[in-house]
Nanobody, 114 residues
């Protein structure tokens, strides 16, 4: 069983930055993929960024150039550095891992004020 614990959410003004962290319960070396999704009120959960096992990262068009996903295999942790935040980035952000199935963290709230 995989456990994912997110941290780093909060309230920030537009144009500001936040860094989210997601700590996995075990080694992430064998994970097929890890990344981040988000869900805004009244909307479906959507992909933000996913890092494949080979290191290739895919981003949603809406965050390209502003967000950077990375992973630290030694710490079993993935990160999401979010810069130039916009009010439309407000959502609950979920960590995701693919390892014999899909696993999700509990989510962390990100609120961007205008």
């Amino acid at each position: 069983q995989v456990q994912l614990v997110e941290s780093g959410g909060g309230l920030v003004q537009a144009g500001g930055s936040l860094r989210l962290s997601c700590a996995a319960s075990g080694s992430i070396l064998s994970y097929v993929a890890m990344g981040w999704y988000r869900q805004a009120p009244g909307k479906q959960r959507e992909l933000v960024a996913v890092i494949g096992s080979g290191g290739t990262t895919n981003y949603a068009d809406s965050v390209k150039g502003r967000f950077t996903a990375s992973r630290d295999n030694a710490k079993n942790t993935v990160y999401l550095q979010m810069n130039s935040l916009k009010p439309e980035d407000t959502a609950v952000y979920y960590c995701y891992a693919e390892y014999g199935g899909a696993w999700w963290g509990q989510g962390t709230q990100v609120t961007v004020s205008s």
